[in-house]
């Protein structure tokens, strides 16, 4: 089936350190991936997307590249900000279908 | 104007309560989701329409209802609520299959 797994978190981090957060996913087809963001008290927004493999999306300094060879999606900022804290959720779609799989969300915390 | 807005943002119940949430969007898209959120964070879809039919019924308890009046509307009734339906729960669209979600600010339902 497809899946979607994520690292766990909380991710604790300085601002203006850098941040990863692991995805992978596993998928029947050619999926197309998503970063999607949760701030507090609000309702999740597309961060970006890739829909093919070798596809680099990226955002407001987060990028996120298409690995199709290892099926991961793995996404990066170069230097947080302590406006970046929120849960940051992977997901996939599959060609076709009107169905988004998330992961289970990674919440980041960044302090000053 | 908000693009997708769900009412209420809080609902407090009681157990074997029927409850509503209703969601607009004035996207204009053809499709519309339910979305459960746990404690944990962890997204869930539940149901999909397009274009006022059912496409998505996951495995949902049948106390949970959707009823999509016009395109733009989706809501969500759930009868004899019990505590495990404590969530909040996200309406959603998309204009495009496996395109990109644009959600609401989310419906918080505690159920006592």
């Known amino acids: 089936g497809n899946s979607v797994t994520q690292m766990e978190g909380p991710v604790t981090l300085s601002e203006e350190a850098f941040l990863t957060i692991n995805c992978t996913y596993t998928?029947?087809?050619?999926?197309?991936l998503f970063w999607y963001v949760q701030y507090p008290g609000e309702g999740l927004q597309l961060l970006l997307k890739?829909?093919?493999?070798?596809d680099k999306g990226s955002n407001k300094g987060f990028e996120a590249t298409y690995r199709k060879e290892t099926t991961s999606f793995h996404l990066e900022k170069g230097s947080v900000q302590v406006s970046d804290s929120a849960v940051y959720f992977c997901?996939?779609?599959?060609?076709?279908?009107?169905?988004?799989?998330f992961g289970t969300g990674t919440r980041l915390q960044v302090f000053p | 104007d908000t693009a997708v807005s769900q009412t209420p943002k809080y609902l407090v119940t009681q157990m074997g309560n029927d409850k509503s949430i209703k969601c607009e969007q004035n996207l204009g898209h053809d499709t519309m989701y339910w979305y459960k959120q746990d404690s944990k964070k962890f997204l869930k879809i539940m149901f999909s329409?397009?274009?006022?039919?059912?496409?998505i019924n996951e495995t949902v308890p049948n106390r949970f209802s959707p009823k999509s009046p016009d395109k733009a509307h989706l809501n969500l009734h759930i009868n004899s609520l019990e505590l495990g339906d404590s969530a909040v729960y996200f309406c959603?669209?998309?204009?495009?299959?496996?395109?990109?979600?644009?959600f609401g600010e989310g419906s918080r339902l505690t159920v006592l």
């Open positions: 890739a829909t093919k493999a070798d």
């Open positions: 959603a669209s998309s204009q495009d299959i496996g395109g990109e979600l644009f």
């Open positions: 998928a029947t087809g050619y999926p197309s």
């Open positions: 997901a996939l779609s599959v060609r076709n279908t009107d169905k988004l799989i």
């Open positions: 329409y397009n274009n006022k039919e059912l496409i």
